[in-house]
């Protein structure tokens, strides 16, 4: 048992004067109830439309990407001299 979670036991049975087996099963009962009544929605990504094609391949922007940022480079290097 982790030293927070005693802590947190330990409080409660002084607290209301109960049994170690007892604020355990009380704490795991409310923790697993707690759990089957408050689960949070399930996220749902909207999306939208962006209107039509104009032509760009989304599955390359990586290496257009890198093209570009490849002539900036030589661009700058350029210059320099």
Do not use: C, Y
């Amino acid at each position: 048992m982790d030293p927070d979670v005693e802590r947190l036991l330990r409080d409660a049975m002084r607290e209301r004067r109960i049994s170690l087996r007892k604020a355990l099963n009380e704490a795991v009962r409310a923790g697993l109830l707690r759990e089957k009544h408050e689960r949070t929605p399930r996220f749902v990504q909207k999306s939208f439309p962006l209107g039509e094609a104009q032509g760009f391949r989304w599955d390359k922007a990586a290496a257009i990407a890198d093209a570009m940022e490849d002539e900036e480079l030589r661009r700058k290097l350029s210059l320099r001299k």
